[in-house]
């Protein structure tokens, strides 16, 4: 799996390359800047993942992170941050990560975390789809992550299947997959009856 970690915290950036490659199967690279970054993709062609710090030398926010995800488009793209809170992470999900990974994590779950990613899956820490670093009120937690609460923000706001999944660029079957997995967590009977859920525990902006 080849992976490039980029970030300008030279202790943190080897401490993470060096647990990865004794782990095995990772092919690591490394940067310090946004210019390297997009250096690196255009000589290797992208990575499989690659763990992007939105803090480092050159980053302009999210723009930055959509530049490199457009960039690195046959991979992912991983932020590396401290706590943030979901609107935030939901934020950085809509501009092409497809997952989160904070600064306090354990480095011996950061290899399962990034080979996840790497899947086509997305991930995000435990604590915060819990409730933990959001704006949401006490209540019962339903564990959705946030490409599950982007869409069910695009079916707050009127969307059909068809206009999300050529939002998120993915199939209206992929979509409807989604949703029917969204209603289990919240115990929805239809797409509709899960906003009314998402918002009486405000889940949703």
Same mark, same amino acid.
């Given at each position: 799996? *080849?992976?490039? &970690?980029? $970030?300008?915290? +030279?202790?943190?950036?080897?401490? /993470?390359? @060096?647990?990865?490659?004794?782990?095995?199967?990772? *092919?690591?690279? &490394?940067? $310090?800047?946004? +210019?390297?970054?997009?250096?690196? /993709?255009? @000589?290797?062609?992208?990575?499989?993942?690659?763990?992007?710090?939105?803090?480092?030398?050159?980053?302009?926010?999210?723009?930055?992170?959509?530049?490199?995800?457009?960039?690195?488009?046959?991979?992912?793209?991983?932020?590396?941050?401290?706590?943030?809170?979901?609107?935030?992470?939901?934020?950085?999900?809509?501009?092409?990560?497809?997952?989160?990974?904070?600064?306090?994590?354990?480095?011996?779950?950061?290899?399962?975390?990034?080979?996840?990613?790497?899947?086509?899956?997305?991930?995000?820490?435990?604590?915060?789809?819990?409730?933990?670093?959001?704006?949401?009120?006490?209540?019962?937690?339903?564990?959705?992550?946030?490409?599950?609460?982007?869409?069910?923000?695009?079916?707050?706001?009127?969307?059909?299947?068809?206009?999300?999944?050529?939002?998120?660029?993915?199939?209206?079957?992929?979509?409807?997959?989604?949703?029917?997995?969204?209603?289990?967590?919240?115990?929805?009977?239809?797409?509709?009856?899960?906003?009314?859920?998402?918002?009486?525990?405000?889940?949703?902006?």
């Amino acid at each position: 799996m *080849s992976l490039l &970690v980029a $970030g300008d915290h +030279e202790l943190l950036r080897d401490a /993470i390359s @060096e647990i990865l490659r004794r782990e095995g199967g990772f *092919s690591v690279e &490394v940067t $310090g800047s946004r +210019e390297g970054v997009l250096k690196q /993709i255009e @000589e290797r062609g992208g990575f499989d993942v690659i763990l992007l710090d939105l803090q480092m030398p050159g980053m302009s926010g999210l723009d930055s992170l959509r530049e490199v995800a457009t960039s690195n488009a046959n991979g992912a793209v991983a932020i590396l941050a401290g706590e943030l809170t979901r609107d935030v992470v939901m934020s950085a999900f809509k501009a092409g990560a497809r997952g989160y990974i904070p600064k306090t994590l354990p480095l011996r779950a950061l290899p399962i975390a990034l080979r996840l990613i790497a899947s086509g899956e997305s991930y995000v820490p435990a604590w915060l789809t819990n409730g933990g670093g959001t704006t949401q009120a006490d209540g019962p937690s339903f564990d959705l992550l946030p490409e599950e609460l982007q869409i069910l923000e695009e079916v707050s706001d009127g969307r059909t299947n068809k206009q999300i999944a050529f939002t998120l660029n993915v199939t209206e079957g992929a979509i409807k997959m989604k949703m029917r997995a969204i209603c289990m967590k919240l115990g929805a009977k239809n797409r509709t009856h899960a906003v009314v859920i998402a918002r009486q525990h405000m889940m949703l902006r």
